[in-house]
């Protein structure tokens, strides 16, 4: 595929309403944003849910399809729900959105990691809006995502049985991609992979381009061949430099408020859109050519948004 798939992550679970008066948690926000972002270029919205009194990440099936029912309604962007929540979320807990709503795509961690969000910590002491922010980050010292090869056994078998979503596999390592090569190796996945490199996380690899970025790709190359469509995210401020990198190195990107609050160094963005303009910008000053929403769905042989269930 000649074109690029933008996704937007437009609020996540890292970040805390402190961090950035811009990070939307109050479901009309939400959705607009998403809205925004899907007119200004991306074919792919990634969502998670925040409570809307308070923007702690939430599990309600309820605030999921709230935001879709809108989303569907206005745009013709794909849906990718999360399958990773937030720390200290069971997998239960985090697999009813998807059993529920029946989306085109959601994700897939391909290993427990430690996802450190406390070293955010000392830059907004004594600033906190919501008493639930500084004990929710410094979860992320003592407790690891999970991602057990339980998890994701169970959801390449029966949840994809169950509501025929495909996933966007997440790597945030290199041992990741080992992990997705055994299961396709075991026959557990069939057709196009949509890999999500993640570069840049406390506990994940780093962003560097030559030493990581490049080295990852090799190692798709080698373990899983061409059959793959692979995107690139960069947290924080590897963000914008990691995404044009990987799109001149053939990758889809994602930008979004979940994976960086910044629009340039010390201008904090005021919604996700506004990446999404800046990455489409580069890609077309760069001769590179952006998807479709309709394109995205035929190149990661989606189900189409007749076929969820909100």
Request: aromatic residues 10%.
């Amino acid at each position: 595929m000649n074109k690029r798939i933008i996704t937007c992550a437009v609020t996540g679970a890292s970040f805390t309403p402190t961090m950035s008066p811009y990070l939307p948690y109050k479901p009309e926000d939400i959705i607009k944003q998403s809205i925004d972002a899907a007119n200004a270029g991306a074919a792919v919205i990634h969502l998670h849910a925040r409570d809307p009194k308070t923007g702690e990440p939430s599990a309600d099936v309820g605030l999921f399809r709230e935001y879709l029912t809108e989303i569907k309604a206005k745009t013709d962007a794909v849906v990718s729900i999360t399958s990773g929540g937030a720390t200290g979320q069971s997998i239960e807990q985090r697999l009813s959105v998807i059993k529920a709503l029946q989306p085109e795509l959601c994700t897939c961690n391909m290993g427990t990691i430690n996802y450190g969000g406390f070293p955010m910590i000392p830059k907004y002491q004594g600033k906190w809006e919501f008493d639930w922010e500084e004990p929710f980050l410094e979860l992320t010292r003592s407790e690891p995502f999970a991602s057990r090869f339980a998890d994701i056994e169970y959801m390449l078998t029966s949840l994809h049985e169950e509501t025929g979503t495909r996933f966007e596999f997440e790597a945030y390592d290199v041992g990741h991609i080992y992990t997705l090569a055994y299961y396709k190796d075991m026959g557990y996945i069939k057709g196009t992979i949509f890999l999500q490199f993640v570069l840049g996380t406390m506990g994940g690899i780093g962003a560097e381009v030559i030493d990581n970025l490049v080295f990852m790709k090799r190692t798709v190359d080698r373990l899983l061949g061409e059959d793959v469509q692979w995107s690139v995210l960069g947290s924080g401020r590897y963000q914008l430099n990691t995404v044009t990198a990987g799109a001149l190195m053939g990758s889809h990107v994602r930008v979004g408020l979940e994976d960086s609050l910044y629009l340039a160094k010390g201008q904090l963005a005021e919604s996700s859109s506004q990446q999404v303009e800046k990455i489409k910008r580069i890609m077309t000053d760069l001769s590179i050519d952006s998807a479709t929403p309709a394109e995205a769905r035929e190149a990661l042989e989606l189900k189409g948004k007749a076929n969820v269930n909100y």
